[in-house]
């Protein structure tokens, strides 16, 4: 780049210019900005001058700071989405959808979710609906005054919990590996990722001090059926990374219980009696379907009010007929049923296809949630290929991963709970064969 282009003696000045300079598509994502000091030399600035125009630039998204590699231009990556993959022909594992079948039907329940119209100026949160929420949340959050937000979703209440929080280029620590619309919502939010690995119990306390020492300002976490890993918080490891927090009451953790009705595991939380600053998130698309899209945040008063600013009346609040359907089935005796009948079947179905796997010589462990992470003895992409010539479309770890690891990874997240008895044996037989025939080319 010309060192003439950017121009600029004040720190508003110099940033405009790189913005100008991006606008025209004369700097492209991923172009590198001069050093500061080249910079500062280049338009007869001080350093710190320069260093203000950068820090005005990353706070709106303009730029990224890559440590040594320097400040960029930043950019929209591509991430992975669940879901179906578009335009396949391929047999799907990957998904990580429930099983229909296993979803409860609202058509009774629609009739009663129709009442009088909702208008401006109402309560943006059914009181019914309010009132069977805190009672859900009590587990999580015993002897705490809490205040319930509705939001659409999940992803929806973790993006709102940031944004009241935080501000572009903020620390948060995030699971490694971790949920896709977590890192999703990271990045879009223009906020930094901290990687906190997840071992069988959950977070690792190393990892999550270690996050706190580089200083995070909100931690994300799911208590149980982690995704993608499938690790659930031991009570041993919860008060553990309690201890730790203690000294951190103000970092704001937002916990994604998002399997809490279909979990098989008990819930421990990071939460202590102390924190200041908290949200426990949990959503219903898990057991009454992705298209019901609606969550409850159980959260500390100064957290609700702020939260309350972004549900204003006919512009972000949650349908009041939504709210009703979903309060209806929560409280209908036969739906219920029907959600644990499904978390039993999910945790069934995920033991027996683990233990058939173990017998074909790759053990894995059946933990909590929709899918199974598969360790493999050898790189997933390279298995992931040869399942492809077998017919089927997994996922690789890869995907999940935040941190810069030394190899690829060697996991694949499968979603097997719903293969018919002949399909899931031909998938046990194809991916034991595949993950063989790597080994055996790798030698």
């Known amino acids: 780049m010309d060192e003439l282009s950017i121009t600029g003696t004040t720190a508003a000045e110099i940033a405009a210019s790189v913005r100008a300079l991006h606008e025209r598509g004369e700097l492209r994502r991923g172009d590198a900005l001069p050093p500061v000091r080249e910079l500062a030399g280049q338009l007869g600035i001080n350093r710190n001058t320069a ?73 943006v949160i059914d009181p019914a609906l309010e009132a069977r929420a805190l009672e859900w949340v009590r587990d999580g959050l015993p002897d705490r005054d809490v ?10 209440a973790v993006e ?29 939010g223009g906020y930094r990722a901290v990687p ?32 993608p890993t499938g690790a659930t918080l031991t009570a041993q490891r919860a008060a553990e990374l309690r201890a730790v927090l203690a000294d951190h009451p103000y970092v704001l953790v937002i916990e994604d219980d998002h399997y809490s009705m279909l979990s098989q595991r008990p819930y421990e939380t990071l939460i202590g009696p102390e924190h ?31 939260l309350s600013f972004r549900l204003s009346p006919g512009t972000t609040w949650v349908s009041h007929i939504l709210q009703r359907l979903v309060l209806a089935q929560l409280t209908d005796e036969t739906a219920l049923a029907t959600i644990a009948a499904a978390g039993r079947h999910y945790a069934e179905r995920n033991a027996a296809f683990a233990a058939r796997l173990a017998d074909r010589g790759l053990t894995t462990e059946a933990a909590d949630g929709l899918n199974l992470w598969v360790e493999l003895p050898v ?14 479309l997994a996922r690789t770890g890869d995907e999940f991963l935040l941190a810069e690891l030394p190899a690829p990874s060697r996991h694949l997240r499968l979603t097997v709970h719903d293969l018919t008895e002949e399909e899931a044996s031909r998938l046990l037989d194809d991916l034991a064969d595949a993950a063989a025939a790597t080994e055996r080319a790798a030698q």
């Open 379 to 392: 790189e997933a992409r390279l298995v992931a290929d040869r399942l492809m010539r077998r017919g089927w």
């Open 51 to 123: 260093v203000a125009a950068y820090r005005l630039l990353a706070q709106a998204g303009v730029v990224v700071a890559r440590g040594r590699a320097g400040t960029v231009i930043a950019g929209l990556e591509a991430v992975a989405q669940e879901g179906y993959a578009a335009d396949s022909v391929l047999h799907d594992v990957g998904t990580g959808n429930p099983d229909p079948r296993r979803i409860p039907d609202p058509s009774a329940a629609l009739a009663g979710a129709i009442g009088r119209p909702v208008l401006y100026g109402e309560p």
């Open 276 to 306: 200041r600053r908290y949200a426990l998130v949990r959503s219903v698309s898990k057991f009454l379907g992705p298209d019901m899209c609606l969550a409850v945040a159980a959260t500390d008063p100064e957290t609700a009010e702020r």
């Open 147 to 156: 205040r319930i937000t509705v939001t659409n979703g999940a992803v929806d």
């Open 160 to 188: 709102r919990l940031l944004a009241q929080a935080l501000l572009r280029d903020d620390a948060v620590a995030l699971e490694d590996p971790c949920f896709l619309a977590s890192i999703h919502t990271v990045r879009l």
């Open 196 to 227: 906190v690995p997840v071992d069988a119990e959950g977070m690792t306390v190393a990892g999550l001090r270690a996050a706190l020492d580089a200083g995070v300002r909100a931690i994300i976490c799911t208590p149980r059926a982690q995704n």
